[in-house]
């Protein structure tokens, strides 16, 4: 049974950073690619960034270049996002999520790609 589990999530200002990070477990980690999603308020939820198995292998939104870094630590089974110069519109709740197949690449993900979830964690950047 694969889990997620986000944490890091929180109120920050304008221009200020979080790090939230997604545990993994229930499979092989280093296999997969995994990614970010959020859903603001009375929005959809939105692709954000990815990362393939292959090391570098890595893909944003354009709404976050530049802003935001994803990584991962194959030996702590833990993905990471990096979030600087947040603005409020960066105000979600972000979730990881990752395919059921192996050997993913860095790419624009849809939700529909995506068949593992974690609960989301709540990130609210005040003006």
């Known amino acids: 049974q694969v889990q997620l589990v986000e944490s890091g999530g929180g109120l920050v200002q304008a221009g200020g950073s979080l790090r939230l990070s997604c545990a993994a477990s229930g499979r092989t980690f280093s296999s997969y690619a995994m990614g970010w999603f959020r859903q603001a308020p009375g929005k959809e939820r939105e692709f954000v960034a990815a990362i393939g198995w292959k090391i570098g292998s890595i893909y944003y939104a354009d709404s976050v270049k530049g802003r935001f870094t994803i990584s991962r630590d194959n030996a702590k089974n833990t993905m990471y996002l990096q979030m600087n110069s947040l603005k409020p519109e960066d105000t979600a709740v972000y979730y990881c999520?990752?395919?059921?197949?192996?050997?993913?690449?860095?790419?624009?993900?849809?939700?529909?790609?995506?068949?593992?979830w974690g609960q989301g964690t709540q990130v609210t950047v005040s003006s």
């Open positions: 999520a990752t395919e059921s197949r192996p050997w993913g690449g860095s790419r624009y993900y849809t939700q529909q790609d995506m068949a593992y």
